[in-house]
């Protein structure tokens, strides 16, 4: 059962916004948004979470509806190296299965 | 510090051969996991250990799989009998304590290749 829903790629020019959607209509109340990334020929990577409020770090932001259903990861200024997979998981916090649940995810291509 | 390490990065094998993949996780990492990755699709979880016991084995796809912790700190995947199916790359991640509020650290993997 998919419970996210991603775009299978995008295409985003080096220097502006990168801005990846996801849609998790599904979504439980106790159920966090996570993203990570995987860049070619490496693990994953966790780039952040969020529960509803939006969220910022030095990677990125995260924008989630107020309906929940979905969200938005926003990479600022995107560069090269962003070129990589990346998957939206929702995922119960503080508790449930701790194995992560990943999809296909969106292949995002940094243009130079 | 020294992140999740895999031994080894690559491995080609017969079918009906016996391999073992190694990781080692970040160090004080208490809980560790194992996923496979198939081509063109994400990783899918296999087995989790908290300290030196399988806490959940849920993923592991058949009896011919098997993982063990002995020390609560290395992990050896095995596989008997390969078969070409098993083809994918086996990632491991470790976190700090067990439980979503860790985030997981991913290794580089081993792609397993059976012929």
């Known amino acids: 059962d998919a419970k996210t829903t991603q775009p299978p790629s995008m295409d985003c020019a080096e220097g502006r916004a990168a801005n990846l959607p996801c849609n998790h209509s599904?979504?439980?109340?106790?159920?966090?948004v996570y993203w990570y990334r995987q860049i070619h020929s490496q693990g994953p990577q966790y780039i952040i979470h969020?529960?509803?409020n939006n969220e910022t770090n030095e990677m990125a932001s995260l924008i989630i509806t107020e309906d929940r259903k979905s969200s938005t990861l926003i990479l600022p200024h995107a560069t090269l190296r962003d070129t990589a997979v990346y998957y939206c998981?929702?995922?119960?916090?503080?508790?449930?299965?701790?194995?992560?649940?990943f999809g296909k995810g969106t292949h995002l291509i940094i243009q130079p | 510090g020294a992140g999740v390490s895999q031994t080894p990065s690559n491995k080609v094998t017969e079918k009906g051969k016996y391999v073992e993949l190694r990781c080692d996780p970040i160090?004080?990492?208490?809980?560790l996991y194992w996923y496979r990755q198939s081509l063109g699709q994400g990783p899918e979880f296999l087995i989790y250990?908290?300290?030196?016991?399988?806490?959940?084995d849920s993923g592991l796809p058949n009896d011919r799989f098997f993982a063990v912790r002995p020390e609560g700190s290395v992990s050896t995947l095995k596989i008997q009998r390969t078969e070409r199916g098993d083809s994918a790359v086996y990632l491991c991640?470790?976190?700090?304590?067990?439980?979503?509020?860790?985030?997981?650290?991913f290794g580089p993997g081993t792609r397993l290749t059976v012929t």
């Open positions: 969020g529960l509803k």
């Open positions: 998981i929702v995922r119960v916090r503080g508790g449930g299965a701790d194995g992560l649940t």
């Open positions: 250990f908290q300290g030196t016991g399988a806490a959940d």
């Open positions: 599904t979504i439980s109340g106790n159920e966090y």
């Open positions: 991640a470790s976190s700090l304590r067990h439980g979503t509020d860790y985030e997981q650290y």
């Open positions: 160090s004080g990492h208490t809980a």
